[in-house]
């Protein structure tokens, strides 16, 4: 056999550490399914973000005055005019943009989604709805209103969503804490598994290692040799847990447009995701490597 | 120095072709490498015990020095302690007791960092040959100057020279497990010796090869012998000592004794 070196991969892409040993075998399947898990968490943070910046573009800056049927009247026109007293006490004031009575249509619709078509047909003792758009969204907004509408109807409910909404925040907090903190121990037992299966590669190459040590290598150096053999395995795996969780969201996607509207906030996943979702398949081939690399650097520091 | 290694042109039975620029790669031994006395002893071994956990001294109170260009056999029963008197050498383990100072620098003490560039120094032929079996051969040998760093146009030229100074021009990439024994004995010389060590160690160098392998392997290292290199060859190889007669370093019972070539002890152990 004539030699030939035209062949020869360039220096940064060489390893002398054989590829596919035992050891790291798993090491593009564990990549893989911890890159989708990640990408299904950090959709999963996207997703509340989106959710709560809806809801507070939807709630903020308005306030809604509940004017209650009077107990056992059955006299409508007497709740209707209520109402009216209640709307004509907020003409004039600074703090209200518009304000607009809500008609019996529009609450019915409102019921629909829990009651059906019967909604209209219940005949239920129901509240009349002044909905309000603030000029001013401060607390003292609210204050003048509410001084205003409890001249003219004490009962009256003045509800500024705070409450309801503050709930949500937090529950939704919760929700994107929660998906962090997984994502913090997908990441966390990445590492862990890279450093273990290193290990494990460490005693299958022990012959390898110590021949490259007896040889003058640096520590870096066969460091280098397994991070770069790391990195390839786990870019691998990575790619391929990037597209099996572009794959789920696609899915995911798919299935919450076929519910019906109304029960699902509308979601989008923004275009900072979309940039991001490439890069969190390199920082895990990434962490990957490092973790190789000091792992190894830290077992030949125990050899002479 | 007026280096010659032309001798292979002199011996028909190695059929090999003269490489005259191997005299410009391999210039000196040691060359390139920082911090190294190069007046200073290759080995110096005081009061040298070494002991595996709980166990019997394996080497017991060892004084040695060797002067730089030496050439040693280094005998013994199996069992003496060859091999572990090698791995101190090559800084594989450090000794229970005494010092172990190669090329000047103490290894005992010497911190960790500074032993990769000693061990550059030190050309190891392992019995088992210890060759990396997914390399070609090209590769194995060009090991010791990658880890040096060395540019790989450098790498190509030295090694491909080397390879075809021990006959195995035609056998450049193939892989150790399609080569003879005879054959991977060289990789590993080659290896060993391609980034021009102060100190060659060589355990049982002729072990499996027949005995016209073994003579063309003797006449390479008393060729980079000549060049400078120390050189010591463990060997139960009883004829191969009387052949060549070096001085004799015996171990038995944990103990050295230098035997020159005549009989006489010398004052080195």
Known sequence: ?304 | MPYTIFWWSRKADFELKPQPSLRRNFAAPGSGSDHIDTLAPAVELSAVGLQYDDGPDVLNGIDLTLRPGSFHFLTGPSGAGKTSLLSLLYLAQRPTRGSVTLFGTNTTSAPRAALPGIRRQVGVVFQDFRLLQHLSAFDNVALPLRVAGTAEAEIKNNVSELLSWVGLADDMDALPPVLSGGQQQRVAIARAVVNRPRLILADEPTGNVDDAIAERLMQLFMELNKLGASVIIATHNQLLVDRFGFPRLSLSDGQLNETQPGGGATADV
């Open chain 1, 1 to 304: 056999m004539k030699h030939s070196r035209a062949g020869a991969p360039p220096q940064m892409f060489r390893t002398d550490l054989p590829l596919g040993g035992s050891a790291s075998r798993f090491i593009p399947w564990l990549m893989a399914i911890m890159v989708f898990l990640v990408i299904l968490a950090i959709s999963g943070i996207n997703v509340f973000d989106s959710i709560l910046a809806g809801w507070s573009r939807s709630v903020t800056g308005t306030v809604t005055v509940q004017v209650p049927p009077l107990p056992a009247s059955g006299n409508t026109s007497a709740d209707r005019e209520r109402a009216e007293r209640a709307l004509r006490a907020l003409d004039g004031l600074a703090a209200v943009d518009t304000a607009r009575l809500l008609e019996q249509e529009e609450l019915d619709r409102l019921l629909e989604p829990w009651l059906g078509d019967a909604a209209g047909a219940a005949d239920l003792p129901l509240p009349a709805l002044i909905d309000i758009t603030l000029a001013d969204r401060s607390q003292d907004a609210v204050s003048e209103i509410t001084t205003a509408v409890h001249t003219v109807v004490p009962d009256a409910i003045i509800d500024d969503h705070r409450r309801w909404f503050d709930r949500l925040i937090g529950l939704t907090e919760g929700f994107r804490v929660l998906a962090i903190g997984i994502a913090t121990v997908i990441v966390a037992a990445l590492a862990l598994t890279v450093v273990y299966a290193t290990r494990a590669s460490l005693a299958e190459f022990r012959t390898t290692i110590d021949v490259l040590h007896f040889i003058g290598a640096q520590d870096g150096y066969i460091a280098g040799q397994f991070a770069k053999r790391t990195f390839d395995a786990a870019l691998r795996g990575a790619a391929g847990g990037l597209l099996l969780g572009l794959a789920a969201l696609a899915a995911i996607g798919w299935l919450a447009g076929n519910v019906e509207s109304g029960f699902l906030p509308d979601v989008t996943l923004g275009i900072s995701f979309w940039m991001s979702v490439p890069f969190v398949a390199l920082a895990a081939a990434l962490l990957a490597m490092m973790t190789a690399f000091f792992t190894v650097l830290a077992t030949l520091r125990s050899m002479l």
